[in-house]
């Protein structure tokens, strides 16, 4: 099958590109738009630090819990023999639903509770897995078990 194309064009096109009359797009008294940016940005304020205690639970056990791996492995020169899962704080909660994005992944959550990276929870051996995502899970606060449709 041959593709149909048209006719080469001669001569000169009939469209001109268009160029700003004075050389600088949105000038306006001697400044550029992207000079206004730039002096907005450096005239405003900084983000405000986000300060987030450190509590000392009375109840630390249950908040939580280490489990041996049956199938022991290294991960970048780290020997892992246990996972230990925690609870997740407020301010992890907020970081992990992602400001409403509708990109969740539990294994993000999971990877705020054990310390360990996403890639990594999912290449643990099925039991091991399996192990780790279920004490997880019954870690999740409502709010995130609601979002990744556990009941």
């Avoid at 940016?37 to 939580?64: G, H, K, N």
């Avoid at 400001?99 to 999912?122: E, K």
């Amino acid at each position: 099958m041959t593709d149909i194309l048209p006719p080469p064009i001669d001569g000169e096109p009939a469209l001109k590109p268009v160029m700003p009359a004075s050389g600088k797009p949105m000038a306006t008294e001697g400044e550029s738009a992207m000079g206004r940016d730039a002096e907005r940005l450096s005239t405003a304020p900084a983000a405000p630090i986000i300060d987030i205690a450190q509590l000392a639970f009375t109840d630390a056990s249950a908040r939580e819990k280490t489990l041996p791996l049956h199938f022991p492995f290294d991960f970048d020169g780290v020997r892992h023999e246990s996972v230990r899962i925690r609870r997740l704080t407020t301010q992890e909660v907020g970081d992990v639903m992602g400001g409403g994005s509708r990109n969740l992944d539990l294994y993000q959550a999971y990877s705020v509770m054990t310390g360990l990276p996403p890639a990594v929870l999912r290449g643990l051996d099925a039991e091991d897995g399996l192990a780790v995502t279920g004490v997880c899970s019954g870690f999740l606060p409502r709010l995130l078990k609601a979002a990744f449709g556990f009941k």
